[in-house]
Nanobody
Framework: QVHVVESGGGLVQSGESLRLSCVASFGSAFSVNAAGWYRQAPGKEREMVARISSGSSTNYADSAKGRFTISRDDAKNTVHLQMNRPKPEDTAVYYC???????????????WGQGTQVTVSS
């Protein structure tokens, strides 16, 4: 099993940067492939914010381009989301999604964290 935990959320003012972290914990039989950050605001469906491949290729939602940066540190099984110049519209629960391959079962599946609340005040 893979345990995914996000951290770094909180209440910030517009323009104050945040860095979200996502740590995946698992045994040696797993390896992480792609990962991504998603968010869900009140009254809206969950949407993709940023994705990163195993080769560190990235793509972003239009709303995040130029402001957010996703990165990964495979040695620490960690994925980050750097949020620069956040806006009140970025307020949402942010979730980390990790795809992991199990060598024992041959199955690749995704795992979700519990989410971390990001609130941006004007």
């Amino acid at each position: 099993q893979v345990h995914v935990v996000e951290s770094g959320g909180g209440l910030v003012q517009s323009g104050e940067s945040l860095r979200l972290s996502c740590v995946a914990s698992f045994g040696s039989a797993f390896s992480v492939n792609a990962a991504g950050w998603y968010r869900q605001a009140p009254g809206k469906e969950r949407e993709m914010v940023a994705r990163i491949s195993s080769g560190s290729s990235t793509n972003y939602a239009d709303s995040a381009k130029g402001r957010f940066t996703i990165s990964r540190d495979d040695a620490k099984n960690t994925v980050h989301l750097q949020m620069n110049r956040p806006k009140p519209e970025d307020t949402a629960v942010y979730y980390c999604n990790v795809w992991a391959f199990s060598v024992a079962t041959g199955i690749t599946k995704d795992f979700w964290g519990q989410g971390t609340q990001v609130t941006v005040s004007s």
